[in-house]
């Protein structure tokens, strides 16, 4: 305990490569950033080794375990930015729902919110210091031993994927009991959601005091709702969250880039471009200059190889990495995948895609 309080001491190392900062903010760059979702995942011996039967939540809620597995693909591959490990759910979690990860199901409730009146089971007013502490010590002691070489972004659910999970169960094809709620009960709809929103606003500002240097929300499951509805019960708590913790941040002098990644939701990328985050995260059915005309260059964006695209030989790679960058050019760009890693990816072409991004941006760059 006392050796953990010593290391969390806040200062922290000198930042070495703020590629993936000044990227985000629309700065020029020397070459053009790159990180991956999932990048500390399954798809590295090294990972599933370290993993091996252990309680993927008891992972979760050690900090030193979550520390080590997302330095692991910093020392194969040179990133230009750390993903702290944890998952989205650690938010239900912290709200008193019961969340397992089940083998060969993934993330299962055992009692999911079935009718409005299960709202009253849900912890409303959170101490997320002491429900998610276990969170910002990962951030902390992982800054620390990151040694400034690249930043560390911190993440979070956001309101109504987090929803969806908690009421279907676990993962879901239609979401049709979530959907369910939109339609018949609209206002427990909006007061989950608000509830939710009120405990991630709390949970990022807390990430930022331990350390996070850049924050992603993943609404994960934009693509199942419509326009109508994504305006209705996604749009306004992604904004408020980011106004939120910006307002906070603010007061504290403190200005951290914020990315939101809402997958399969097309429709709303005007809405996203104009919704106070930095960086808006782009899945692979999307045109790259389709996106950069749609938002109208009021923010950087990331994305959006196909992840599939990395099952291709090496030379096919760096071509599809060329195209890519073509389409958004370098400058407010930060070169990622459409979605996470798969686990049954060759992690030499994980550093072909890396490498890619590195070279050809240098190129493209020189040429300007």
């Known amino acids: 305990r006392l050796q953990f309080d010593l290391i969390i001491s806040q200062d922290f190392p000198q930042l070495k490569n703020d590629t993936f900062l000044r990227a985000a903010r629309g700065e020029e760059t020397e070459h053009v950033p790159v990180w991956c979702m999932r990048q500390a995942g399954r798809y590295l011996p090294e990972f599933r080794e370290f993993r091996a039967g252990k309680d993927f939540f008891d992972t979760c809620r050690s900090p030193e375990a979550c520390c080590e597995l997302t330095l692991q693909p910093l020392r194969r591959f040179p990133f230009d930015a750390a993903i702290i490990f944890s998952d989205i759910l650690v938010v239900p979690q912290a709200m008193g729902m019961d969340v397992q990860m089940v083998a060969g199901k993934g993330p299962t409730f055992p009692e999911p919110l079935k009718e409005p009146e299960d709202l009253q089971r849900l912890q409303v007013k959170v101490d997320v210091e002491k429900e998610l502490g276990y969170v910002f010590k990962a951030i902390t002691l992982t800054r620390h031993k990151i040694e400034g070489k690249v930043p560390l972004i911190g993440f979070t659910g956001a309101p109504w994927t987090l929803m969806s999970y908690m009421i279907e ?200």
């Open 169 to 368: 169960g676990g993962g879901s094809n239609t979401h049709s009991k979530a959907k369910r709620w939109l339609y018949r009960h609209p206002e427990a709809s909006h007061m989950l959601l608000k509830m939710l929103t009120d405990v991630v606003v709390e949970y990022l500002l807390g990430q930022v005091a331990a350390g996070a240097q850049a924050l992603q929300v993943f609404e994960s499951h934009a693509g199942i709702l419509g326009p109508v509805q994504f305006k209705d019960f996604s749009l306004p708590y992604l904004r408020d969250i980011a106004r939120r913790v910006k307002d906070k941040l603010k007061e504290k002098g403190q200005d951290v880039p914020m990315i939101v990644f809402a997958k399969d939701a097309h429709y709303g990328l005007e809405d996203l471009s104009q919704s106070y985050y930095e960086v808006v995260g782009l899945d692979w059915t999307i045109d790259p200059r389709s996106a950069r005309e749609r938002t109208g260059g009021r923010v950087s964006l990331q994305g959006n190889m196909d992840p599939c695209a990395l099952y291709s030989p090496k030379e096919c790679i760096s071509d599809i990495v060329r195209k890519m960058l073509e389409g958004f050019g370098t400058r407010g760009y930060i070169a990622n995948l459409g979605h996470g890693l798969y686990p049954d990816m060759d992690p030499e072409n994980v550093g072909t895609f890396v490498e890619a991004v590195h070279q050809h941006s240098i190129q493209m760059n020189k040429q300007v």
